[in-house]
């Protein structure tokens, strides 16, 4: 019997060592797996999404096809992070997954609300919108009904959105998202360059004290409409202390701690191409 007890003892000694061991191995393992606090992370970029993708442009997607890409993504071992986890991981201690990817989606369709928001919460998946302000303003001003293929979220959506810990918010700026012209702040209204640059500090605190107000959040993320921008306008949005700023311009980023988080690369999303065609692109790079 005291036999029995003694072997019991010493299988129970070695589990534990062993299981002291693998806690020691795996509090050592640096965050990127990789022996080096670096990482390439690919952000995607959405816009509208509809059930008939070819009623509206070319990036229009369907619900069928964003819920292909988002499995494609988790099916190759990707987890959707927000702007600001990469923010906290570039300028602070905080961690990434082993293979992080950023989904964001423009401008602030209502027909994200209304599809995105709920496949992101069906795998609940992280993703960032990006609104225009005013558009978001006029919709919740006048109440009316809104249609999947033009309207925009409302300021109630969108803390419904932010408040499921699933959205983060994103500043396209409140009124300088001319499609007619598609140069963004280059084309801010002034007779010289000073007054062009109070006009567009103005626009974006104006989104900025709207988000607040009405969502609760401060955006740490500025993205630039149609990708315009200069060394003025981009030292504009830095000195105004957003920490990331999106581009258009397509390419994987290589993050790394004290790195940098201006001008991230993002991959525009077209319809009629297929999940893996459009994302074999990306990740074989």
């Given at each position: ?39 390439d992370?690919?952000?995607i970029?959405y ?37 600001s ?55 919740s ?7 999947e293929?033009y ?25 300088m998202?001319?499609?007619g ?49 200069d ?55």
């Open positions: 019997m005291k036999k029995k007890k003694k072997f019991y003892e010493n299988i129970m000694l070695v589990l534990l060592m062993g299981v002291i061991l693998l806690a020691s191995k795996r509090a050592s393992l640096p965050a990127s797996g990789g022996g080096e606090e670096k990482y992370v690919p952000i970029m816009h509208a999404v509809m059930k008939d993708e070819g009623r509206s442009g070319k990036y229009v997607i369907t619900p069928e096809v964003l819920r292909e890409d988002i499995e494609y993504i988790l099916d190759m071992g990707y987890e959707p992070v927000f702007i986890d990469i923010i906290n991981f570039v300028y602070s201690d905080s961690p990434l997954p082993q293979k992080p990817i950023v989904l964001t989606f423009d401008d602030g369709y209502y027909n994200n609300y209304l599809y995105a928001y709920p496949i992101s919460k069906e795998y609940g998946i992280k993703a960032v919108i990006s609104i225009i302000g005013k558009h978001t303003y006029l919709q001003e006048s109440g009316e009904k809104q249609a293929s309207s925009h979220v409302s300021w109630e959506q969108l803390k419904e959105m932010s408040d499921s810990g699933l959205w983060e918010v994103g500043n396209h700026t409140y009124d998202h001319n499609t012209k598609k140069n963004g702040l280059l084309a801010a209204s002034g007779k010289n360059t000073e007054e062009k640059n109070k006009n567009i500090i103005s626009d974006i605190t104006k989104l900025q004290d709207l988000i607040k107000e009405n969502v609760g959040v401060t955006p740490k993320t500025f993205v630039f409409p149609f990708g315009s921008y060394e003025n306008t981009n030292a504009l949005i830095r000195d105004l202390g957003f920490e990331a700023t999106l581009s258009c311009i397509e390419g994987i980023n290589e993050i790394s701690r004290g790195g940098n988080t201006e001008l991230l690369y993002r991959y525009n999303r077209p319809a009629g191409v297929s999940t893996k065609e459009f994302f074999a692109g990306i990740f074989n790079k």
